[in-house]
């Protein structure tokens, strides 16, 4: 179990990940916010975290570069102490295309953000929780997506397939350390109102895609969060390896 309350939120200025920041601080978790560009929201987020009585930094990086995301991790070592949780939320999509459409600089953004950028603040998140590493252990939580089940054609497939990778990375990496006190878990969120749509130019049709989803609404960070916080209590002590669906029904 982990013994630090302290919890990196890579993509923490906005949408799930602020929503994440804000509910840790409530359950009690110093948190580290992380963003790559909007410095000013993510203290935002930081003083919203410490209005709860808990400690926070706002750590800039990019987790799709290695050198970035090894500063990130110093930096929480350094100002927070020892990490206890990791919530690898940071995430882009694109402009809808189909794969006769896509250019090889696309796909390089994609995975190096979702996939690469995952895997590198896991590999550092592992080092400092693992018992191996003489960590006290600790728990991982992966942003997943319903895009990894449906394929997302005609949009953006190469996100969808990023996500797909996000469940197999999820289930293999949980198994990697499952005796070494790391748990591992994937939260998959449907269609949820945050800018990332906005983001790619998917806004209007977002708004259109409501008769999709079984419960007829968007769903909001604010109802993501309490399964990533879940996931990294210790109520979740004997769960590793899950992937928990917030996704309407869909
Ligand atoms: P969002 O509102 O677009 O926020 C994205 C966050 O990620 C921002 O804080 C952004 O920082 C940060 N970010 C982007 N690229 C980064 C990079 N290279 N390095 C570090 N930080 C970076 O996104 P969201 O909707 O909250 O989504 C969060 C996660 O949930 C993503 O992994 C997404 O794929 C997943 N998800 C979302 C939905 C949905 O419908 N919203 C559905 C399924 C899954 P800046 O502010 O500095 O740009």
């Not at 960590?135 to 394929?151: D, E, K, P, T």
């Not at 939260?187 to 806004?203: F, K, L, M, N, Q």
């Not at 993501?224 to 002590?237: G, M, Q, R, Y």
């Amino acid at each position: 179990m982990p013994t630090s309350r302290v919890v990196l939120i890579t993509g923490a200025s906005r949408g799930i990940g602020a929503a994440t920041a804000r509910l840790a601080a409530q359950r009690g978790w110093d948190v580290a916010v992380n963003c790559v560009r909007d410095t000013a929201a993510a203290e935002a987020v930081a003083q919203q975290v410490r209005a709860h009585g808990r400690r926070a930094i706002v750590v800039q990086a990019d987790v799709a570069d290695e050198a970035q995301v090894t500063a990130m991790f110093a930096a929480v070592d350094t100002q927070l102490g020892p990490l206890g949780a990791l919530v690898n939320n940071a995430g882009v999509i694109d402009v809808a295309a189909r794969v006769d459409e896509m250019s090889a600089a696309r796909l390089d953004r994609m995975w190096r953000t979702n996939l690469s950028g995952s895997l590198l603040c896991a590999r550092e998140a592992v080092r400092r929780m693992s018992t191996r590493h003489g960590g006290q252990g600790g728990a991982i939580v992966n942003l997943s997506s319903g895009a990894a089940r449906v394929g997302s054609p005609g949009l953006y497939l190469d996100y969808s397939m990023s996500k797909a990778a996000i469940d197999h990375f999820t289930v293999g990496l949980a198994r990697e350390v499952a005796t070494e006190g790391v748990r591992v878990n994937a939260v998959r969120p449907g269609i949820i109102d945050t800018e990332i749509h906005a983001s790619g130019g998917h806004a209007a049709r977002v708004a259109q895609s409501l008769h999709l989803i079984p419960m007829g609404r968007l769903g909001t960070a604010d109802e993501v969060a309490p399964a990533i916080l879940w996931l990294l209590s210790d109520e979740a002590a004997y769960t590793t390896g899950a992937i928990i669906d917030v996704t309407g029904g869909r």
